[in-house]
């Protein structure tokens, strides 16, 4: 069996790799080559930690494994490591034997960024200029760093509801020499793409914050209760999704199917645009709303490009179990 340890994922994943991993995942679900299993989530009773799995089989891909790991939420205060904390576990489809253990942290907020900027990519419209932030934390430059990459964006505007962490974007935009504008939440208007990243319960951006046109990614709604959009603005757009029963079960979609704005079956799965079985957006004025619930196969997916890579690298540690 492989290690490749987290202090290794820096040098041997790239934007452009994760990227590829995703889109080929999104598009095997899709095409039913691959799927997810039953996501596990508990509250252990102790450190007030949040523990689970997510875990699938990638068939087109021959990957088979899970992420196992969670939210700490006193890591940071008590142990100066961060709060999210996972591990992924592939194994040898063919026999089941133990194939890698692949540290997870950073490679969750290249795949969540992989995820938005896939949809960027086939969902967009060509000619997009300004790309709108709503949120500001961890997984936001993430998220920005890639998007950026999509389209020949001319302007990052930002909204998040602490502002003190608006810096965190600001600089991404800087890195890329782009200018920054805070914006109020009806300011998001100018955006011809947004992304929304946060661990809000409580919607921020409302259906009349979006102009026509726009595509948004919503990734920060991966649990029931969670909600970062008006569910009237689903009602408003063509959404596409990871996954739908996530979409529908812990995704942005949740609300606006249980208040009867949106049909389960209106919902899109991403692959089938990658794969060409769905034309994605029709007309420039239409929006397009992608709920990124992040799905256990593409944890899967890029922990097996790394461990290619690390192999390849010689980086790899084996180990007999
Ligand atoms: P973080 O703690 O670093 O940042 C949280 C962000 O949410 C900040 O911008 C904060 O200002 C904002 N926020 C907090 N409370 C808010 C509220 N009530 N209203 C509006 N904004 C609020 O977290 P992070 O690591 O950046 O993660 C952000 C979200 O993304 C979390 O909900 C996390 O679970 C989710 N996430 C999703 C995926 C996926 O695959 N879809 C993957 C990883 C993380």
Known sequence: MWIIP??????????EAAFDAVE??????????AWNFPVVREAIGHADALYGFKGGFDRAGQV????????????LATHG??????TVFL?????????????GNL????????ASSVSIRHLARGDAKVIGMVGAGHQAAFQLRAALEQRAFEKVIGWNLHPEMLPNIAGVAAEAGLPFEAVDLPGLRDA?????ITSSFAPSLMADHVSPGTHLACMGTDTKGKQEVEAALLARA???ADEIAQSTGIGEAQHAVAQGLIAEGAIVELGAVINGTHPGRTSDDEITLFDGTGVGLQDLAVASAVVRRAIEAGIAIEVDV
């Open 91 to 103: 194994f040898d489809p063919d026999t089941g034997r133990p194939h890698a253990m692949v540290g």
């Open 81 to 86: 490591i961060i709060n999210h904390q996972s």
């Open 192 to 196: 011809d793409v947004i992304v929304t």
């Open 24 to 33: 080929k995942v999104f598009a095997a679900m899709a095409a039913g080559d």
């Open 6 to 15: 987290e202090r290794e994922i820096a040098g041997l994943m790239t934007r």
């Open 238 to 240: 063509t959404v596409f």
């Open 107 to 114: 490679l969750t907020a290249l795949r969540t960024a992989a």
């Open 64 to 75: 088979l494994g899970l992420k196992a790991g969670g939210y700490w939420p006193n890591n």
